[in-house]
């Protein structure tokens, strides 16, 4: 089953068990948050009702990007400017879409046959 949450302004496609890199949320390492403004549900090609539906999630660290280089310049005019810029993320653990469980997704899925 997977899902399609809006959250920071972007969208992203989450299955039970996925670890995704989002826009900072307010929370603590090892708190668990709802993401309620999710847009499409489905499994497969079947695609279900959103309605009262929320995926869950756990905060796994509160973490900061790469640093940016924003360097401003005007030709022949004196004016140079450098600033540095580290955008602030969480990284997200998705442990449920609505009652569908991460352990259930892992047990569904097909064990490949040896050779």
Known sequence: MFAIVRTGGKQYRVAAGDKIVVEKIAGDAGATI???DVLLVGEGAEL???AGL???A???AQAK???VIVFKKRRRHNY???NGHRQQHTILRIT???DHRASEAR???PVPAEA
């Open 80 to 82: 140079r400017r450098k």
């Open 34 to 36: 709802a993401l309620d």
């Open 48 to 50: 279900k009702s959103t």
């Open 58 to 60: 756990e905060i796994i």
């Open 54 to 56: 929320t995926v869950s």
């Open 65 to 67: 990007a790469d640093k």
């Open 96 to 98: 449920a879409i609505g």
């Open 107 to 109: 047990a569904e899925a």
